[in-house]
């Protein structure tokens, strides 16, 4: 335990990892917190900044939440949805058939907005061709390898380094999940084996339900704080 304490000292510089990277398919990862990061496609129209985004998110690191970030049109007639609101578009997925689904919209902002693809949209796993006809313009996306930028997000998102710097004051502040005992490799977490402890030097408490019934990868020992890659 001192020795974590110890290290604690030098975690400024050491336990997080600004996340902004543009794989060669021109896929976009970066993070939007210390534990979540956003995958994103900007539009091949030239004259759009609309982007195609779903996030990766700890602790189960699965891509989800498919949505759209589209820029209000430069239109006297164009009424910004509200939030929360449903509007419908026409979506096209590697040039077959036409589908018509629904946006929520999750975020107005003036200028831009959010808006999450709900209902039964086509599969984007595997597209190459993403093409959508809705209130804001015709916009279509080229997602060559997107299940390759899927990968490198899941494997950025397994590690166990906040994407960003937290104050050392709320690391401290806050709680996080500890051996109460010696944990041997193989051995299943349970409610006796985990205890929860200043520092926040490991998984959050909020994630203890998901901990238990785990196996963990390595040896713990007593003490020391857990992270994801122990399980």
């Given at each position: 335990?001192?020795?974590?304490?110890?290290?604690?000292?030098?975690l400024?510089?050491?336990?997080?990892?600004?996340?902004?990277?543009?794989?060669?398919?021109?896929?976009?990862?970066?993070?939007?917190?210390p534990h979540?990061?956003?995958?994103?496609?900007?539009?091949?129209?030239?004259?759009?900044?609309?982007?195609?985004?779903?996030?990766?998110?700890?602790?189960?690191?699965?891509?989800?939440?498919?949505?759209?970030?589209?820029?209000?049109?430069?239109?006297?007639?164009?009424?910004?949805?509200?939030?929360?609101?449903?509007?419908k578009?026409?979506?096209?997925?590697?040039?077959?058939?036409?589908?018509?689904?629904d946006?929520?919209?999750?975020?107005?902002?003036?200028?831009?907005?959010?808006?999450?693809l709900?209902?039964?949209?086509?599969?984007?796993?595997?597209?190459?061709?993403?093409?959508?006809?809705?209130?804001y313009?015709?916009?279509k996306?080229?997602?060559?390898?997107?299940?390759?930028?899927?990968?490198?997000a899941?494997?950025?998102?397994?590690?166990?380094?906040?994407?960003?710097?937290?104050?050392?004051?709320?690391?401290?502040?806050?709680?996080?999940?500890?051996?109460?005992?010696?944990?041997?490799?193989g051995?299943?977490f349970?409610?006796?084996?985990?205890?929860?402890?200043?520092p926040?030097?490991g998984?959050?408490?909020?994630?203890?339900?998901?901990?238990i019934?785990?196996?963990a990868?390595?040896?713990i020992?007593?003490?020391?704080?857990?992270?994801?890659?122990?399980l």
């Amino acid at each position: 335990m001192k020795f974590f304490l110890s290290f604690f000292a030098f975690l400024p510089l050491s336990i997080f990892s600004e996340i902004d990277i543009t794989t060669i398919d021109s896929f976009r990862i970066i993070n939007a917190g210390p534990h979540m990061l956003l995958v994103k496609k900007y539009s091949e129209n030239p004259q759009s900044d609309n982007g195609f985004i779903f996030h990766v998110k700890r602790p189960h690191c699965f891509a989800d939440q498919p949505s759209l970030v589209m820029y209000s049109p430069d239109s006297e007639d164009f009424v910004e949805p509200e939030e929360d609101s449903i509007t419908k578009a026409k979506i096209r997925v590697n040039l077959k058939k036409t589908k018509e689904i629904d946006l929520r919209v999750y975020l107005a902002l003036g200028e831009r907005s959010v808006l999450e693809l709900k209902g039964n949209f086509p599969s984007l796993r595997g597209a190459r061709v993403m093409e959508l006809d809705s209130i804001y313009g015709k916009d279509k996306w080229v997602l060559d390898h997107i299940d390759k930028a899927i990968e490198e997000a899941t494997k950025i998102c397994e590690s166990f380094a906040p994407y960003e710097e937290e104050e050392e004051t709320v690391i401290v502040q806050r709680r996080g999940l500890y051996a109460n005992k010696d944990i041997k490799k193989g051995e299943v977490f349970n409610e006796n084996s985990i205890t929860v402890l200043r520092p926040a030097l490991g998984i959050l408490p909020k994630y203890r339900k998901i901990v238990i019934g785990k196996q963990a990868k390595c040896d713990i020992h007593k003490g020391d704080p857990i992270f994801w890659d122990n399980l």
